[in-house]
């Protein structure tokens, strides 16, 4: 069972878990990351390039369609999930996390983390061309 409160060190909405939390107030809590980012106003300028990453095809409909559930875009949710990962937290609740496991059904993604940096493209995959047919400039990089 999940009840909202409100710690006032965060100033955000936190929901009770079977997690410990630091103040004596809240001995039950766990804290939905997905919304750390709000708790305070601060706005961060940045410079956004446009890449051509390459991406499993199951994968990036998951990605889109966990995107536009949320009312993201695609670069915001990769950012994100990039910033939570490089600050060694998970980007999602348990409530993400089931949904995540819904799209990856339905879109026929069995891929887990066990095939990070196993994958290989299929012939048909057109490994290191571009839209176009001609391959590009990086290709043959390690």
């Known amino acids: 069972m999940r009840v909202p409160l409100t710690c006032p060190d965060e100033g955000i909405r936190a929901y009770v878990s ?6 004596p107030c ?3 809590r766990t804290v939905v990351h997905w919304y750390h980012s709000m708790k305070n106003n601060h706005k961060y300028v940045v410079e956004r390039v446009q890449t051509g990453v390459r991406i499993e095809k199951r994968l990036l ?9 949320h009312d993201l875009s695609l670069g915001d949710l990769l950012e994100g999930i990039v910033l939570h990962a490089f600050h060694g937290k998970c980007p999602f609740d348990r409530d993400s996390l089931r949904r995540i496991r819904e799209l990856k059904k339905f879109y026929g993604l069995e891929l887990d983390s066990s095939a990070s ?26």
Request: net charge positive.
């Open 18 to 23: 079977r997690a410990i939390c630091a103040r």
């Open 26 to 28: 809240f001995r039950l």
């Open 61 to 69: 409909k998951v990605l889109r369609a966990f995107a536009d559930f």
């Open 117 to 142: 940096h196993r994958l290989t493209e299929s012939e048909s995959g057109g490994a290191g061309k571009n839209q176009s047919g001609k391959k590009g400039r990086r290709e043959g990089i390690a």
